[in-house]
């Protein structure tokens, strides 16, 4: 079965710098999907960022950027100029293939000091 | 834009009680998953359906039950709620890239 470990609980960065939010997963597919996803306090959980496995190269969205180390099987989320609303709990996700279904992994929740 | 609702965005009930959680999507998918969200457990698969009648369990899908009459809806059951099925719920639906989620259902069973 498919694995995904965050191992970090919390995080906390200061407005305008750099923090990573580190993930690992396990799964002897070729063919996968990987996400991160936002959970900011009482909101809606929305999509970050996806990345294709085929995909050598890494995502980016704005200030969102993933290092995606498939040998490795490490997949982390970078935030550049870090903002207050960038304060949210963050999930890793992983899909095997065509199905739908994510395997999560159980989250970070991430502080921005002003 | 795409739009996952939930019926209620809190909801207290009495141990023993049959509690319905409802979902509703407006954007045709066939793909639709009930989740808990607990802390320090991340988001567990309970049910999901990938067509109208149609369910399948997921990771624990004991204690409840869902149904799925309608494409755009599908409910998550609590047969005879618990104190251990407090939780905050989670509904998404599956849009070919990626999963939409509701704003969630925070449940309190005493």
């Known amino acids: 079965a498919q694995t995904v470990t965050q191992s970090q609980p919390e995080m906390s960065v200061q407005e305008a710098e750099t923090v990573t939010l580190s993930c690992t997963y396990d799964?002897?597919?070729?063919?996968?999907?990987l996400f991160w996803y936002k959970q900011p306090p009482s909101r809606q959980m929305i999509l970050v960022i996806r990345?294709?496995?085929?995909?050598?190269q890494n995502a980016t969205e704005n200030r969102f950027s993933v290092n995606f180390q498939k040998a490795a099987k490490s997949f982390s989320l970078k935030i550049s100029d870090s903002q207050l609303g960038d304060a949210a709990m963050y999930f890793c996700?992983?899909?095997?293939?065509?199905?739908?279904?994510?395997?999560f992994g159980k989250g970070i929740t991430l502080s921005v000091r002003p | 834009d795409v739009k996952v609702t939930q019926s209620s965005r809190y909801l207290v009930k009495r141990t023993g009680e049959k509690v319905f959680l409802e979902c509703v999507q407006d954007?045709?998918?066939?793909?639709m998953f009930w989740y808990r969200q607990d802390p320090g457990l991340g988001l567990r698969l309970i049910y999901f359906s990938y067509d109208v009648k149609m369910k399948e369990k997921g990771d624990i899908p004991e204690g409840y039950s869902v149904s799925r009459e309608k494409k755009e809806r599908f409910s998550l059951i609590l047969e005879s709620a618990s104190t251990n099925q407090t939780s905050m719920y989670l509904c998404a639906s599956w849009g070919r890239r990626e999963q939409y989620f509701g704003p969630g259902t925070r449940l309190t069973v005493t």
């Open positions: 996700a992983y899909q095997a293939g065509a199905n739908s279904k994510l395997t």
């Open positions: 954007m045709d998918h066939e793909n």
């Open positions: 799964t002897s597919e070729s063919d996968y999907y």
């Open positions: 990345q294709e496995a085929y995909k050598q």
